[in-house]
């Protein structure tokens, strides 16, 4: 099973949104010009950059 983690090799800064885009199977790219779109985007992006697992690489 899939699960939403912080990606350990796509990572611009802590990478959430490169965890985000692995996890739904689209372009980082994609994910970040959302974020950067979002009102909110500072306040969302470090709960998950705080809150998100790292991917386990076992």
Excluded: H, Q
């Excluded at 990478?15 to 994609?30: H, R, T």
């Excluded at 979002?38 to 306040?43: G, L, N, Q, R, W």
């Amino acid at each position: 099973m899939n699960r939403l983690t912080k990606s350990e090799t796509d990572k611009a800064l802590f990478g959430v949104c490169a965890g985000i885009a692995e996890f739904f199977n689209i372009s980082p790219l994609i994910v970040r010009v959302l974020f950067l779109l979002t009102p909110a985007v500072f306040t969302i992006y470090l709960l998950l950059a705080a809150f998100l697992p790292k991917k386990s690489l076992y």
